[in-house]
């Protein structure tokens, strides 16, 4: 069975930071990635970081780069982080881990191709 959680959201205000832990468990096909993405009310969810079993190879979507880092875990490759720095009203939004087997990495910032979903953390920065 697989799982996904998700930790370490919470208050932070503006210019912040926090980092989201993801742990995965259960699954172990190659080739997978696991995926983080967000969702504020009202708006879709959209991929923001992602990173490939195989290679490490990390995908960020644009308007992101720079302030935030997915990273995984030396000795478990399915623990994966998310940094966030300089926190902007606009990230808050529930956080989101996901997994599953990518065959073509560069897509692994669509929410489409992902069957497994953590909860979720609430991220709010706000002063």
């Known amino acids: 069975q697989v799982q996904v959680v998700e930790s370490g959201g919470g208050l932070v205000q503006p210019g912040g930071s926090l980092r989201l832990s993801c742990a995965v468990s259960?699954?172990?096909?190659?080739?997978?990635?696991i995926g983080w993405f967000r969702q504020a009310p009202g708006k879709e969810r959209e991929g923001v970081s992602c990173?490939?079993?195989?290679?490490?190879?990390?995908?960020y979507v644009d308007s992101l780069k720079g302030r935030f880092t997915i990273s995984r875990d030396n000795a478990n490759k399915n623990t994966v982080y998310l940094q966030m720095n300089s926190l902007k009203p606009e990230d808050t939004a529930v956080y989101y881990c996901?997994?599953?087997?990518?065959?073509?990495?560069?897509?692994?910032?669509?929410?489409?191709?992902?069957?497994?979903w953590g909860q979720g953390t609430q991220v709010t920065v706000s002063s």
């Open positions: 996901a997994t599953d087997m990518v065959e073509i990495k560069r897509l692994c910032l669509l929410p489409t191709v992902y069957d497994y």
């Open positions: 990173i490939s079993s195989s290679d490490g190879s990390t995908f």
């Open positions: 259960g699954f172990t096909l190659d080739h997978h990635a």
